[in-house]
């Protein structure tokens, strides 16, 4: 006799077990350890779906995304929690100040720059060549820090000189708003 069509049907394979938080964890340190942030940023969202405001999966993901150059998304993650630790505020903090100083870092070299090419005798014209890459860096920064009228009127100074330098240039290009 054939058999049925009910018995050819087979249950379906069960699924694995998810991740325990500990195996979580590991796989985040690992992450951590090897510099890939992007994963230890993935595995801390993983660990954070099954415990919602864990502060060391927080902690992880704020790291691993200012590790990964992602600062907005670092102060995003500090924003949207819902009971951010205590030593998130500081961070918030931190990076904004890191900001201003480089701001402010940026202003200085600037100003030193000037004085000195000036002080020896450099033409103009060969001085804001030389300060164009600072100019465009500072645009950068201000765009970071909201100053984005700031930025776009650094950015076409910049882009209104005739640049021979190919570094400003490129850094033009990549950090532009438009």
Not at 84 to 105: V, W
Not at 137 to 151: D, I, P, R, T
Request: aromatic share 6%; net charge negative; hydrophobic share 40%.
């Amino acid at each position: 006799m054939p058999p049925r069509a009910r018995d050819k049907q087979k249950a379906p394979a069960p699924q694995p077990p998810p991740p325990s938080l500990e195996d979580l964890f590991a796989s985040l340190n690992r992450h951590i350890e090897r510099s890939e942030f992007e994963e230890a940023v993935r595995v801390a969202d993983q660990v954070l779906s099954i415990s919602r405001g864990d502060e060391d999966a927080l902690r992880c993901k704020v790291v691993a995304l200012v590790k990964a150059d992602d600062v907005d998304g670092a102060l995003s993650t500090i924003r949207s929690s819902k009971s951010p630790p205590a030593d998130f505020r500081y961070s918030r903090h931190t990076a904004y100040t890191d900001k201003t100083n480089a701001e402010q870092l940026l202003l200085v070299a600037r100003r030193i720059g000037q004085e000195t090419m000036v002080s020896d005798n450099f033409p103009e014209d060969e001085i804001e060549n030389e300060l164009a890459p600072i100019a465009v860096q500072l645009a950068y920064v201000q765009q970071l820090l909201g100053h984005k009228q700031e930025a776009i009127e650094a950015y076409t100074d910049v882009i209104k000189q005739d640049l021979a330098d190919e570094l400003s240039l490129a850094w033009q290009s990549t950090t532009s708003l438009l």
